[in-house]
């Protein structure tokens, strides 16, 4: 009878209009670049203060979780991530979308969407204390191999090009060491600017390097469109056909476990979830000519991922008030607002009102999948308007988005400065997703290595390698570069017998 009684509550009308409210909110918040889940989150806060605590809480994971993907359909349609989680999203779909199946790639990441927000929904509903232990077992050196381990995707995020790719990287991780330092405080390649002291800004970062980049090769062909190739579709398709699904279930379901997971650990987020999904899709999925170039399995893992970390990040929130992101950083303020503690009390004292909350969020993702289908179905026009025109909507979103961030003219700079790197990049075969990667994981390895220097009694790297957890992660880096290498080895390979 509880459990009729918790979804009785989450079908109540308010319930219902918070959820829409949130969800379609979401939408416009993550497709917009540079305005990320979090800030759509604490801007929807102080609206939250005089409703009931349910709805507010719905409203806010609502909301949440469609922010993630309302990022895909920028990174579709115009190769600009609505927000960072989406940037491997941006590779394929974008690909997909000069081919003329922006169709196709959107329902796909619609499909992939809804599938890793549910699956971490049902992880969150059921599973949510045993899950929350693990991100008490991750420690500075757990963290420091998480992302020694991620740092290994480098190679075969290289668009055919390792020694380019590891360039790439390298350079990402040299910027991140931009700022003040973790122990002296002392400041860093801050050249006696105030703003460097405060590091590079990730989210301009990316802005620039996808977005502002595409503009610049847009403008070498103000004429022409993005969609390349003239295709006669049928009519608009809602869902993924039988033969698209068996293509991608195992991505799905894959990318659904390493998204929920990472979720779970504070600090790593959606880019992380993303990133390693779409680097294990390409892992096993090395028979597919066009990964990278417009295959659905990469919109799958990454779309995937990327909204499965979202009921990951809450898992370590309710149970034990740790915040598994930014944005979960945000709800547990909308938590402690509303007179509620995370914790054991909520899953006793207040069970009902923490799994109808639950069980909202579940609700709003399948929501989210039939919004976003409606509202995509009339983007594809995007795809058909002139360069000239896109060019100046990209350029304008990509600065309002920077200066949204902290509202100051450092971020636009930041943004244009990396726009520029980015277009040489491109122009050169350097692809900037090893750059971003290096940018995200930089400041996580540098952090767990001093700690792990401060806490080991002996040899660093014994008490790096002393846990389960390290030897575990050493073991799938070790795994990591060697398949790296024998898809570098075979690339080559097959490159000498076509030219034979």
């Not at 979830?273 to 680097?279: F, I, K």
């Not at 370590?316 to 945000?330: E, F, K």
């Not at 709800?331 to 006793?348: K, M, N, V």
Request: aromatic letters at 8%; charged letters at 10%.
């Amino acid at each position: 009878m509880e459990v009729l009684s918790i979804i009785a509550d989450v079908f109540t009308p308010a319930h219902l209009l918070a959820m829409l409210v949130g969800v379609v909110g979401g939408l416009c918040i993550g497709a917009l670049p540079g305005l990320t889940s979090n800030l759509g989150v604490a801007l929807l806060l102080p609206v939250t203060f005089g409703m009931e605590p349910i709805s507010a809480l719905i409203m806010l994971t609502s909301l949440y979780a469609s922010a993630i993907y309302g990022g895909s359909f920028s990174a579709i349609l115009l190769h600009t991530p609505g927000t960072s989680a989406s940037a491997a999203t941006a590779i394929d779909g974008f690909a997909l979308t000069r081919k003329g199946e922006f169709n196709k790639a959107i329902r796909i990441s619609t499909f992939s969407s809804v599938a890793g927000g549910v699956f971490s929904a049902l992880a969150l509903l059921m599973i949510a204390p045993p899950l929350s232990l693990l991100s008490l077992k991750f420690g500075p050196p757990e963290y420091f191999m998480l992302a020694v381990f991620g740092l290994t995707i480098i190679g075969t995020l290289a668009s055919g090009n390792m020694v380019k790719g590891l360039i790439s990287g390298a350079a990402g991780l040299a910027i991140s060491t931009v700022g003040l330092d973790l122990e002296s405080g002392f400041p860093r390649f801050a050249f006696g600017t105030t703003d460097l002291q405060g590091g590079i800004g990730f989210v301009p970062a990316v802005i620039g390097l996808f977005s502002l980049s595409q503009a610049l090769l847009m403008c070498e062909e103000p004429l022409k469109t993005i969609q390349q190739v003239k295709v006669t579709t049928g009519a608009w398709r809602l869902f993924p056909t039988w033969e698209e699904i068996r293509q991608i279930r195992a991505t799905v379901a894959r990318s659904a476990l390493i998204g929920t997971g990472i979720g779970i650990l504070p600090g790593a987020g959606g880019d992380i979830g993303s990133w390693t999904a779409y680097n294990e899709a390409k892992r096993f999925s090395r028979n597919d000519p066009d990964f990278g170039k417009g295959s659905i399995r990469g919109v799958a893992a990454s779309e995937t991922a990327n909204n499965a970390t979202t009921g990951g990040a809450m898992v370590p929130l309710l149970t034990l008030g740790i915040p598994g992101s930014p944005t979960a950083a945000v709800l547990l303020g909308a938590l402690i607002i509303h007179g509620l503690q995370p914790g054991r009390t909520l899953f006793t004292e207040h069970a009902h009102f923490t799994y109808t909350v639950i069980v909202g969020f579940l609700l709003a993702n399948l929501v989210m999948g039939f919004v976003g289908m409606g509202i995509g179905r009339y983007m594809g026009v995007v795809a058909r308007l002139p360069n000239s025109i896109l060019i100046v909507v990209v350029v304008v979103l990509s600065v309002i988005g920077s200066f949204s961030l902290g509202n100051n003219m450092y971020d636009v700079y930041t943004m244009l400065a990396f726009g520029v790197v980015g277009y040489l990049m491109r122009k050169g075969g350097f692809a900037p997703a090893p750059m971003v990667l290096g940018l995200i994981l930089g400041p996580l390895a540098e952090q767990g290595f001093r700690q792990s220097v401060i806490l080991a009694d002996g040899p660093v790297l014994l008490h790096i390698l002393g846990s389960p957890i390290s030897l575990t992660l050493f073991a799938l880096t070790l795994l990591s570069v060697a398949s790296a290498a024998y898809l570098e080895r075979s690339r080559i390979k097959a490159a000498r017998a076509a030219r034979l």
